[in-house]
């Protein structure tokens, strides 16, 4: 259940945060990243890690679910299957998954900011660009 919920989240992390710094640049701010100030760079790369924060949100959520329903006492010897069936697929992808999305939104929109400061403030420049 660890690995249903990390692995997805990990990989919509890295591969929709690029995407969406790619799309970014291509249709929002469109002359050469290199023009715009690092603020405004920074604020791409907030903007993109939090929308990816979004989708990393969803995709993990349902295994999350299972993994905290699995500590209840309610469910102890129960199996994932189990749990699944008796709570629902809806209820799993949807029951607090608002909260989930600002707060994964909000962490991964820090974690790639902090990142880009930090390859900036090494003269590597911010992500994304052509």
Same mark, same amino acid.
């Given at each position: 259940?660890?690995?249903?919920?990390?692995?997805?989240?990990?990989?919509?992390?890295?591969?929709?945060? +690029?995407?969406?710094?790619?799309?970014?640049?291509?249709?929002?701010?469109? +002359?050469?990243?290199?023009?715009?100030?690092?603020?405004?760079?920074?604020?791409?790369?907030?903007?993109?890690?939090?929308?990816?924060?979004?989708?990393?949100?969803?995709?993990?959520?349902?295994?999350?679910?299972?993994?905290?329903?699995?500590?209840?006492?309610?469910?102890?010897?129960?199996?994932?299957?189990?749990?699944?069936? +008796?709570?629902?697929?809806?209820?799993?992808?949807?029951?607090?998954?608002?909260?989930?999305?600002?707060?994964?939104?909000?962490?991964?929109?820090?974690?790639?900011?902090?990142?880009?400061?930090?390859?900036?403030?090494?003269?590597?420049?911010?992500?994304?660009?052509?």
């Amino acid at each position: 259940p660890l690995w249903s919920r990390q692995i997805p989240y990990t990989m919509a992390k890295f591969f929709f945060f +690029e995407k969406i710094v790619q799309l970014f640049y291509t249709h929002v701010f469109t +002359e050469p990243k290199e023009t715009y100030s690092k603020s405004t760079q920074l604020g791409v790369t907030f903007a993109s890690g939090y929308l990816a924060g979004v989708v990393c949100a969803i995709v993990s959520h349902p295994a999350d679910s299972i993994v905290s329903l699995m500590g209840k006492p309610s469910h102890k010897g129960k199996s994932v299957g189990q749990i699944a069936s +008796e709570t629902g697929m809806v209820t799993l992808a949807t029951k607090g998954l608002g909260t989930r999305v600002i707060m994964i939104g909000t962490l991964t929109g820090f974690q790639w900011w902090i990142y880009d400061t930090f390859k900036s403030s090494m003269g590597l420049g911010t992500t994304g660009g052509k």
